[in-house]
Structures are given as structure tokens and as C-alpha cells.
């Protein structure tokens, strides 16, 4: 009778290694994703807006249920005192009274969609097989 | 092809493209463009389409009119997007988009 035996202990270790890496990993390709479409966004943006183009930002990332995920936002208020995320609102969605309905940020994350998933999957494929590769 | 409006139109709703009124009275809706989109089908463009907004301002407590409106963007896979009540004009304002392919 046949016997054989495998040594499974060094691929063991190469899921040892990408259970300690997945994470930083999928951050870093979330993080190249938002990029893309947050560049879209401000590329978007009205421009007679003042600060509200500058205050876009990508926030931390998150990692929860599995995932990683993030946030794309504006932050703070404009000279006047006028929230830049009220502002956005507004240009985005409009009001009954006011015609400055302009969306823009939806137009630009549609426009942005499949390059930013190229990315996400360019770079953590990328991530990993430097992992794997890097023993 | 049906297009936006004629599924409005059986809503008996006050709808326009664009138009928008500065001071309105009563209840209305507004349809515009939104984005041109596509549906990707592996890493290939399988089919482009028109995105559009359909905006509608009420003074009513907008139950009926939710109903109403997203059974007739049904048929295009109309969804309600955004609500908003505004506290200084009393209208709840409701923003559906729906996509138009072919």
C-alpha cells in the first residue's frame, strides 16, 4: 500500500502571515479607492462654493463585520458660518425655494465607480502578494 | 420605452422637467437629469443609461404621495433617495432616482 505525506506547516504559516496582514491590506486598498472618488468629487464641486471644496476629506477607515469601509464627507463651515456639509446638501438635493439644485457628488461617484474598484482590487492584490511573497 | 413621465402622468401629480418655481403654492415635483451611469458586466460596459432625479415638495404628510409616486418608478427600478422636511417652508421634500437604460 501507497503512503503519502505532505508537510503543511509552511502553508500554515503563509495563512498565519495573511491573517496578520488581510486588514492593513484591505485598508490600504479602501483608502486608494476613496481617493479616486473623493478626487472626483472635488473635481465636481461648484466652484462658487469657497471653502467647501477644501473641506472634503476621507475619514479613518473602518474595520467591523469583516470589512473595511470608510467615509468621503466635507467638514467645518465656510466664512460665514455656513456648514460646508449643509451646503453640499443643498447643491446635491436642492430645496422648494431655492433653484440651486446642482448634484454633483453622485454624477462624480458614478463617473468614478469603476476605476476606484480597479484600484481597490489593483492594490491589495498587489499587498498580497507581497505578503505572500516577502517570507 | 417608457420614459419618466409617462409613469408619472398616472399619478395625477403636478410634474415638470425643470421647471421649478420660485414661490410655489401647492404641492409639485420637478424631473431632471442626474448622470449619465452604466451597468458593468465583468470588466466590460454592458449596457450606458441616463439617470434622473424626481423631486417632490408636499405639504401633505407625504405617506400617499411616497406610495404613490414608487409604485409608478417601479417598472424602472425607482428608488427613494433622499427625504427632507423643511422647517421654514413646511414641505417634505422627497427626492427619488431611477435609471433609464437602452
Not at chain 1, 66 to 82: H, L, P
Not at chain 1, 109 to 119: D, F, L, P, S, T
Not at chain 2, 12 to 34: H, N, T
Request: charged share 25%.
Amino acid at each position: 500500500m501507497a503512503k503519502c505525506t505532505t508537510d503543511f506547516s509552511s502553508l500554515f504559516r503563509e495563512f498565519d502571515r495573511m491573517e496578520n496582514s488581510i486588514v492593513p491590506i484591505c485598508k490600504m486598498g479602501v483608502y486608494d479607492g476613496a481617493k479616486i472618488l473623493a478626487d472626483a468629487i472635488k473635481s465636481a464641486c461648484p466652484t462658487d462654493t469657497g471653502s467647501m471644496k477644501d473641506s472634503l476629506g476621507i475619514s479613518r477607515m473602518v474595520s467591523s463585520d469583516g470589512g473595511v469601509s470608510t467615509s468621503i464627507g466635507f467638514s467645518g463651515t465656510d466664512e460665514k458660518g455656513v456648514p460646508n456639509q449643509l451646503k453640499a446638501r443643498v447643491f446635491e438635493f436642492g430645496r422648494s425655494t431655492d433653484n440651486l439644485k446642482r448634484p454633483f457628488v453622485r454624477p462624480a461617484v458614478n463617473r468614478a465607480k469603476a476605476a476606484a474598484q480597479a484600484a481597490m482590487a489593483a492594490t491589495i492584490e498587489t499587498e498580497i502578494q507581497k505578503t505572500i511573497g516577502g517570507k | 420605452m417608457q420614459t419618466v413621465e409617462d409613469l408619472l402622468a398616472v399619478t395625477g401629480l403636478p410634474f415638470a422637467r425643470y421647471a421649478w418655481d420660485p414661490k410655489p403654492k401647492g404641492d409639485y415635483g420637478v424631473i431632471g437629469f442626474l448622470s449619465e451611469v452604466s451597468l458593468e458586466a465583468g470588466n466590460r460596459t454592458a449596457e450606458r443609461g441616463t439617470q434622473y432625479y424626481v423631486d417632490y415638495y408636499t405639504r401633505s404628510d407625504g405617506e400617499a404621495v411616497r406610495a404613490v409616486i414608487s409604485a409608478a418608478l417601479a417598472p424602472l427600478s425607482g428608488r427613494l433617495d433622499y427625504t427632507e422636511y423643511e422647517r421654514d417652508t413646511g414641505y417634505l421634500h422627497m427626492e427619488w432616482v431611477v435609471a433609464v437604460y437602452g
